[in-house]
Nanobody, 122 residues
Framework: QVQLAESGGGLVQAGGSLRLSCTVS????????MAWFRQAPGKEREFVAT????????DYAYSVKGRFTLFKANSWKTVHLQMNNLKREDTTVYYC???????????????WGQGTQVTVSS
């Protein structure tokens, strides 16, 4: 029912910023929880950030805390991941996910976008 579509990835120099967007479509109501994960080739998916749809609960991975912000405009069915002070180690594919509980575990999410590539250069 629910479908997710990511956008906003691209190439940026170290220290720069990008804003990823995840648009929710379908379904009869908004998901209870949204999250962003990232996955490099040959590695498991890594937790980045999560939030309840209502924003009451927020959680960030230590590696991105203070640099990334997960937020939603009040009247839009779109979740954004604002990424500032990007580092080369942030280079990978970023995935949006939806589920019923905001957790750090990828297996807890049942709806996924197709991913958007983020590349940080020197």
């Amino acid at each position: 029912q629910v479908q997710l579509a990511e956008s906003g990835g691209g190439l940026v120099q170290a220290g720069g910023s990008l804003r990823l967007s995840c648009t929710v479509s379908g379904g009869t109501s908004s998901p209870s929880a949204m999250a962003w994960f990232r996955q490099a080739p040959g590695k498991e998916r890594e937790f980045v950030a999560t939030r309840r749809w209502d924003g009451v609960y927020l959680d960030y991975a230590y590696s991105v805390k203070g640099r990334f912000t997960l937020f939603k405009a009040n009247s839009w069915k779109t979740v954004h991941l604002q990424m500032n002070n990007l580092k080369r180690e942030d280079t990978t594919v970023y995935y949006c996910a939806a589920g019923v509980v905001a957790t750090r575990t990828s297996e807890d999410y049942n709806v996924w976008g197709q991913g958007t590539q983020v590349t940080v250069s020197s």
